[in-house]
Structure formats: structure tokens, C-alpha cells
T-cell receptor, first 111, second 115 residues
């Protein structure tokens, strides 16, 4: 069961790029890396998933080094509305019959 | 984009009363889940449901909890005799499959307050 470690909280200012790094040293060969976003009083929302290298969508980019022992979620030019909790999930913690969320990273975007 | 819908958005009940929280999963999804989040804490898995059976449940999901898919569209969570500590936001989710990289779609939640 891959364990993930991510910062408890981060602060940023509007317009900046934010990078949230997640460590998953014992990631298994078949494991995907998935990130969810949760706004206050809402359910988590899937934002991006990757296996290796780089994945980009309209919301974020996900960078995964060759050893896959970490991953970085990159949010370009954040706005106040990007204030949320961001969860990194790996392997057995994602999908299946039992997706498990950790504490996540609380991102505060200031004006 | 299709959504998971939950009703009611807020529910206030007296301790010891039964509550039923309702969810309409996305129509072509086959796997359904309930999670809860106590204020300021992390999202906790309660139960997953597939083919009219519970697939997995956590230790939180004790005999006071039950789930049901009473028809082709609704998925419900029942708490038989609510306790103060059941006060939380309850999220329903659904997914197309149970693959390990499958993404879950969550509803906006029901805020349950037990007085």
C-alpha cells in the first residue's frame, strides 16, 4: 500500500504558479498517481492523473520523474478561487472499491 | 458534465432519530460510495456498493448504518439511531468501474447536524 507525503499547507498569491510535491517512495509498478481538489463545503473533484513523465489538462500539470517516487502538481497563475485542499493518491488508495484520502495540502491563495 | 446529486443539502435531526440521505449517481455508473467528513478533518471512506451488495466498508460503518439502491436511480444511506458524533458532511460518489485508476465523481454533500 503506497503511502504518500505532502505538505500540510501552502500559501500563495494570485497570479503565481503553485507547485505541490507529493512523495510516494514505495509506489508499485502498476500504480497511477491521482490528484483531487476539494473546495470548502464541497466533495472532492478529480483534477489530474498520470503514470509517468508529464500530463497536462485545462486545470493543471502533473510532473512525474523517471523513478516515480514523487510527483508535482503544478497550478499555473492561481486565483483566489484555487484556494482548496489538494489530495495526492497513489495505487491501492485510488479507485477499486475503496479510495482513501489522506490529509491533503491546504492551499491558501491571497490577493 | 453529468453530476452526482444529493438531497437534502442540510439535515437537522434529534439524537436517536433515523435519517436517510439520498443520492442520485451518474446514470451509467455502476459503483457507488458514501464518505463523510467531520468539520476540519479528512474525508473518510464509509462504504462501497456494487450490484446491490456492499463491496467494502470501513469500521465506521457499523450496524447503525445501511445502504440501499431502492430503484434504478437512487442510492441511500440510512442511519438508524443518530448520535451526536454522526454530525458531519456526507458525500456520495460514483464511478464507472472499480479499476485502481478509476476516478470518482462526488456530490456536493449533505450536512447532517445531530442535536
Amino acid at each position: 500500500l503506497a503511502k504518500t507525503t505532502q505538505p500540510i499547507s501552502m500559501d500563495s498569491y494570485e497570479g503565481q504558479e503553485v507547485n505541490i510535491t507529493c512523495s510516494h517512495n514505495n509506489i508499485a509498478t502498476n500504480d497511477y498517481i491521482t490528484w483531487y481538489q476539494q473546495f470548502p463545503s464541497q466533495g472532492p473533484r478529480f483534477i489530474i492523473q498520470g503514470y509517468k513523465t508529464k500530463v497536462t489538462n485545462e486545470v493543471a500539470s502533473l510532473f512525474i520523474p523517471a523513478d516515480r517516487k514523487s510527483s508535482t502538481l503544478s497550478l499555473p497563475r492561481v486565483s483566489l478561487s484555487d484556494t482548496a485542499v489538494y489530495y495526492c493518491l497513489v495505487g491501492d488508495n485510488t479507485g477499486g472499491f475503496k479510495t482513501i484520502f489522506g490529509a491533503g495540502t491546504r492551499l491558501f491563495v491571497k490577493a | 458534465e453529468p453530476e452526482v446529486t444529493q438531497t437534502p443539502s442540510h439535515q437537522v435531526t434529534q439524537m436517536g432519530q433515523e435519517v436517510i440521505l439520498r443520492c442520485v449517481p451518474i446514470s451509467n455508473h455502476l459503483y457507488f460510495y458514501w464518505y463523510r467528513q467531520i468539520l476540519g478533518q479528512k474525508v473518510e471512506f464509509l462504504v462501497s456498493f456494487y450490484n446491490n451488495e456492499i463491496s467494502e466498508k470501513s469500521e465506521i460503518f457499523d450496524d447503525q448504518f445501511s445502504v440501499e439502491r431502492p430503484d434504478g436511480s437512487n442510492f441511500t444511506l440510512k442511519i438508524r439511531s443518530t448520535k451526536l458524533e454522526d454530525s458531519a458532511m456526507y458525500f456520495c460518489a460514483s464511478s464507472v468501474s472499480a479499476a485502481t485508476n478509476e476516478k470518482l465523481f462526488f456530490g456536493s454533500g449533505t450536512q447532517l447536524s445531530v442535536l
